[in-house]
């Protein structure tokens, strides 16, 4: 019955997103604000019963379900994006008069990622994608009468439908050829003998489906219009927990079982993290909308975070995971203020940051140190999750990776400084003060505290430790 246990997050998870619909429909509250507070407690008690029970580890219903380190620190890594966008979300999703089923859609979205990390075969991870893809879709295009927003869903829909047949043939695939689609007997299916060509091919087709789920390059090219049309805290909660989940299972499937087949496809996650590096940075400098910018910078990140799972060693994996916790702080807490600052100036545009400063010092200071850490400036925690993923690469001989990495994010600060620059140099348009609901301010205040705390990365790298020891 303990076993049982390893299920809680996605079970309660599920149950609060239902508890939140009832509570919608029975009282139909005139002000929706509430239902973002529920939600956000909700996420929080659950977030307490996870770190204090989560910690055991074992398999359930004949190996499909899969309780372990890797389990744990990505539910922590989940539930805690879930909850800062149940908090960047209160005002927002009041003012659509949906607010029940936002925050449903969130929640079961954040049930598809904890299975995805949890399962133990191909078939239920496809499904895990799927439940956790599908209110994604819906959440981008959830702005009805915003065009778009509806154009984000639809190009989210279709490419995302278009990896989802690439991944599905590779699993078919894998079936064909192995007669199996569970990891464990494919790991020791692959270790014994070589491997075939047609598996190579197979795993190609995997790896190109996960790859849509990190926006890495060459499947990156939802991301910039999908991040400019959707919802900020729908972007918000894609850059962070969706991103998490595509390298929770790219660990999971290939560092995991099939590393015999490593030769192969750690050149291919090392090419993929060169090309998002480098085509993330550079595109991202002509950009005039900060959130095509920060799209192209997502992108990159995505090509730091492959440095360490192309080390395949376990320092790199345990990198990896350092590295997407503490950036799921910030990118939310970036997005965070994006919405504040669109909700005052009515767009996007970098422009608009002009004299924020002066408008409001608080948000601009936390912006700066948020922007800061994305660019890996000490003692941010984010200058601490690149000297990890930098380091683990150069242990495994990747100096050429680690090279590129390092121009890469000297590039990046050209263009978070000319945010920086409009924040602190550029005269204001407005000098009324931006106006802050207080849970997105209070979401933007974790988010600062959680990446000044990290560059204290002890105890997150003890978990992605005893995670990293599971796959290695």
């Known amino acids: 019955m303990r076993d049982y246990w390893l299920i809680f997050p996605q079970v309660a998870t599920g149950a609060l997103a239902l508890i939140v619909l009832a509570a919608d ?8 604000e509430p239902l973002g507070g529920l939600a956000a407690v909700g996420l929080l008690l659950i977030l307490a019963v996870v770190v204090a029970l989560g910690r055991h580890s074992g398999r359930l219903f004949g190996g499909l379900f899969i309780g372990d380190g890797l389990s744990f620190i990505f539910y922590l890594i989940f539930l805690v994006g879930a909850l800062l966008v149940a908090l960047a979300s209160v005002r927002f999703a009041g003012s659509t008069g949906y607010a029940g089923e936002y925050y449903a859609l969130v929640l079961f979205s954040t049930v598809g990622l904890m299975f995805m990390v949890a399962s133990g075969d191909l078939l239920t991870l496809y499904l895990s994608i799927e439940l956790s893809t599908i209110p994604l879709y819906a959440l981008a295009a959830f702005l009805k009468r915003d065009a778009r927003s509806g154009e984000a869903g639809l190009k989210y829909l ?25 990891l464990r007997p494919l790991g020791r299916l692959v270790a014994a003998g070589p491997v075939e060509p047609a598996l190579l091919l197979a795993l190609a087709f995997i790896a190109a489906g996960f790859a849509f789920k990190i926006s890495s390059v060459p499947f990156h090219m939802w991301a910039p219009d999908v991040y400019e049309g959707a919802p900020t805290p ?28 490593g030769g192969q496809w750690l050149l291919l996650m090392a090419a993929m993290s060169a090309l998002s590096m480098i085509v993330g940075n550079t ?7 900060i959130k095509r910018m920060l799209a ?3 992108i990159a990140q995505a090509g730091y975070v492959l440095v360490g799972v192309a080390a395949a060693s376990g320092p790199g994996a345990q990198a990896a995971m350092y590295y997407l916790f503490q950036y ?3 990118v939310i807490g970036a997005f965070t203020v994006v919405l504040i600052v669109a909700r005052s100036a009515g767009n996007d545009e970098i422009a608009s940051y002009a004299g924020l400063a002066q408008r409001s010092p608080v948000l601009a200071m936390g912006m700066l140190l948020l922007l800061l850490s994305l660019g890996g400036i000490p003692p941010l925690s984010g200058f601490w999750a690149k000297i990890y993923v930098f380091a683990a690469g150069i242990q495994q001989g990747l100096w050429w990776l680690v090279l590129i990495g390092v121009l890469a994010s000297v590039v990046s600060l050209y263009y978070y400084l000319m945010v920086v620059k409009q924040m602190y140099i550029a005269p ?16 933007v205040v974790i988010c ?6 990290l560059a204290y990365p002890a105890p997150i790298l003890d978990l992605a430790a005893r995670a990293a020891s599971a796959l290695f």
């Open 428 to 443: 204001p348009r407005d000098r009324s003060p931006v106006a802050v609901p207080w849970p997105a301010g209070l979401a």
């Open 448 to 453: 600062v505290l959680a990446i000044l705390a």
């Open 296 to 298: 192209y910078s997502g």
């Open 25 to 32: 429909l029975i009282y139909r509250p005139r002000r929706k």
């Open 234 to 261: 729908i972007v918000a909660f894609a850059a962070a927990a969706s991103k998490a989940g595509g390298f929770a299972v790219i660990l999971r499937v290939f560092a995991g079982s099939f590393p015999a087949a």
């Open 328 to 330: 799921t702080f910030t």
């Open 158 to 182: 279709l490419l995302g439908a278009v990896s989802t047949a690439v991944l599905i043939y590779g699993i078919s695939l894998v079936y064909g050829i192995a007669g199996t689609t569970a």
């Open 283 to 289: 595109v991202a400098i002509p950009q005039t909308n």
